[in-house]
């Protein structure tokens, strides 16, 4: 974002659009410090839109969620607005455990550290049995898409069909 004043040219930082967009930063969700336990599979967040004790689950919602769901991929984070009376925060577990956390009233700080006594991993290595993930190209072995099998291949190493498109004329070799 530029703006002109006068014969100098001022230059802006730009910051990402819409409400909330500090939330898509990648700073922002680095920031984050909670990794749950690896048999923790959904986590279900219940809150009315409208009402006095249930403004701390939606900040939490609206604040930390985004990081938690960067820093565990693999777990389903999921909200369901004006269902209950009461906010709350479900926990499901793989081994068919489950957890009820009552938020009522709570800031969103003490929602999460409710939630990380509860499902969050402990030690101090934490974060650091990170699993290499199938579309991290160069980072784990594969150094282009064209190397996965049903793909389409590189035009470096095939060479590509002489197709015309209907936006090239006949007579041009492009």
Known sequence: CAQRSGTSRTV????????YGFRRTLEY????????????????????THGAGHNGLQSFWHEQIPRIQYKNPN?????????????????????GRKAKLDV?????????????????KEGPDVGQD??????????IGRKCICEIPGQVPCPAKVPLLN????????????
């Open 75 to 95: 777990v389903q984070i999921f909200s369901e607005k004006n269902t209950g009376e009461l906010p709350l925060v479900r926990i499901y577990f793989g081994d």
């Open 163 to 174: 197709v015309v498109h209907p936006w090239q004329s006949k007579g041009s070799t492009n």
């Open 130 to 139: 990170k699993k290499p993930h199938p579309a991290d190209f160069g980072q």
């Open 12 to 19: 802006m930082a730009v910051r990402p659009k819409g409400r």
């Open 104 to 120: 009522e009233g709570k800031s969103s700080h003490t929602i999460l550290e409710e939630l990380q006594a509860v499902a969050a």
């Open 29 to 48: 969700l680095e920031s984050g410090r909670i990794y749950l336990k690896d048999n923790v599979k959904t986590i279900s967040v219940h809150y009315k």
